[in-house]
C-alpha cells in the first residue's frame, strides 16, 4: 500500500523496511487540526506495516507551544503504542534552539515507559538512537 493513501500535503511519509522504521517529514508549520491529522497518518501507517520505529523531521516546524507537545505526548502516543501493542520509540528532529523557544518554566512531558523519544539536531544520531533501541527491544 502506498504510503501516499495515509500522507496529507503538508507530511511526507515513508516506510523503510529494511530499517523497520518510518519516517515523517512535516513540510512546513501547521495548524492543530493539521497536525492531529498529520499523526493521525503517522498513526494509520504504523498500524498498516506493525512499526513502533519513527523518525519524525519537525525542522521546518517553527510553531513552537507547549499545549501542542503535552498532546502528542501525552495523548497522542500513548494511544498509538496502545493500538500497536507493541514498545513506540520515536527520534524528533529539531532546530537547535527548539527548546529554547519553549516557556522558560515548561518540561518535557514525559510518555509512559512503552514510548521512548528523545530530540535530535542530527539525523544521524537519530537514526543511530533508533538502532541501538531495536536491538535492545530484540535482545529481549
Do not use: K
Not at 500500500?1 to 500535503?9: E, F, I, K, Q
Amino acid at each position: 500500500m502506498s504510503l501516499d493513501t495515509y500522507s496529507p500535503a503538508f507530511l511526507d511519509l515513508a516506510y523503510r523496511p529494511d530499517l523497520h522504521q518510518l519516517t515523517g517529514r512535516w513540510q512546513y508549520s501547521t495548524t492543530d487540526a493539521e497536525m492531529h491529522q498529520g499523526y493521525d497518518a503517522l498513526r494509520r501507517a504504523a498500524l498498516h506495516y506493525n512499526c513502533g520505529n519513527w523518525l519524525i523531521d519537525s525542522r521546518r516546524c517553527l510553531n513552537r507551544c507547549l499545549s501542542r507537545l503535552v498532546w502528542v505526548t501525552d495523548r497522542c502516543l500513548p494511544q498509538v503504542q496502545r493500538e500497536l501493542g507493541t514498545p513506540l520509540r520515536i527520534g524528533f528532529l529539531v532546530l537547535p534552539d527548539y527548546l529554547n523557544g519553549l516557556p522558560a518554566s515548561a518540561s518535557v512531558p514525559v510518555p509512559d515507559a512503552a514510548v521512548r523519544m528523545t530530540l535530535f539536531i542530527d539525523e544521524g544520531a537519530a537514526g543511530s538512537w533508533l538502532a541501538q533501541q531495536q536491538r535492545e527491544l530484540a535482545s529481549r
